[in-house]
């Protein structure tokens, strides 16, 4: 929208037309500048840094530099223009600590949905960052156990996560799907039940099928889903998070990472390629989404490089910002708040100085200022 002023007032849009300046105590000049929300990024591991180790750090020094780094890098990812994130795995649900900390003011971070620690079976993915919970029973425990914390550190925006298959970037199995249908549908059931939705983590396509017939609210990397399992994921209103970027990295590192890993990345990356493709045919929902920290990634924030995947892949730049703004906000269950530039929402923004629709590397080259809830950061 050309020549269009914004009213801020007390952290939230209060009006967005022509000629309200007059209701400002203080103008700031934005002429020849682009605004836009402020993007999300629906899959960061906050404690993790991103250097080739990052997955064993949580380990190697403990929670409380764990926790510290959760700051930190919540902090940069602010900064640089990533003003809400949801946080999908760490240690000792450190990130809902954080999470806390920022909503009260400790610290200056982005708004972070947190997942805390990812629920996974014995056979996880990363236990590092799990809470391991094999039977039903355990389910039950996991799910509950999650719903009180959240309740407890006054987090409104719930959200779970599990882990169903093993992970592409290390040595081990992708395998088979680590919960079987009976008890996916038991954990979309008691979470949806308690008003909390649910992320997994499925990379094989036999786990990513069970995750998607059991309902699950977003299927995170998804690499390889067959046509019919696309119709039923928009049929169920399930959403995509792509996470491109992270295994285009790895299929590149010929010569740092084993040919092992190069190979595994590069035919994760064709299957990425194809369902991403089919899933935009098909209008299947797809939000942004990164896996920021992952090992090899380098620093937080990372969604501008996943911006820049999308585009390679054939999203139009209009349609990726969509998917980091407005869709991530609504997958979430909180586009009252954020998403878009609207009287009543919050008023986080980017300030570029380059129209982001013809040149999406503008949020990271052309990058002016950050607004969280109407405060300049950066
Ligand atoms: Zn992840």
Known sequence: MPDTDVLVRDGRISAVGKDILDHADTVVDGCGLYLTPGIIDMHVHSTWDGSAISEDLDEMYGSYQAFLRSVLNVEATLKHGVTTIREVGSPHDISVETAWAMEHGYIKGCRIIPCGSAIQSIYGHVPSIGTIANTKDELLYAIRAKKALF?????????????????????????????????????????????????????????????????????????????????????????????????????????????????????????????FARARAKGVRIALGTDAGSPLFGPHPVAFKEMTVMEEYGMPADEIITSATETAAEVLGIDNEIGSIEAGKLADFDVLSENPYKKITAFTENLVSVYLGGELIH
């Open 151 to 275: 309740v407890k550190k006054g987090i409104r925006c719930q959200w779970i996560k599990i882990m169903d298959t093993g992970g592409a970037a290390g040595l081990e199995d992708i395998g088979p799907s680590m919960y079987d249908l009976d008890q996916l549908s038991f954990i979309v059931h008691e979470a949806h039940r308690l008003h909390m939705k649910v992320a997994v983590h499925a990379v094989s396509q036999e786990g990513i099928i069970e995750c998607i017939r059991a309902g699950i609210d977003t299927i995170e990397h998804g690499p390889d889903i067959p046509d019919e399992y696309l119709d039923m994921m928009k049929e169920k209103n399930l959403t995509l998070v792509p996470t491109l970027a992270i295994y285009k990295l790895l299929s590149e590192g010929k010569g740092v990472l084993s040919d092992f890993m190069v190979n595994r990345s590069l035919l994760v990356t064709q299957q990425q390629r194809s369902t």
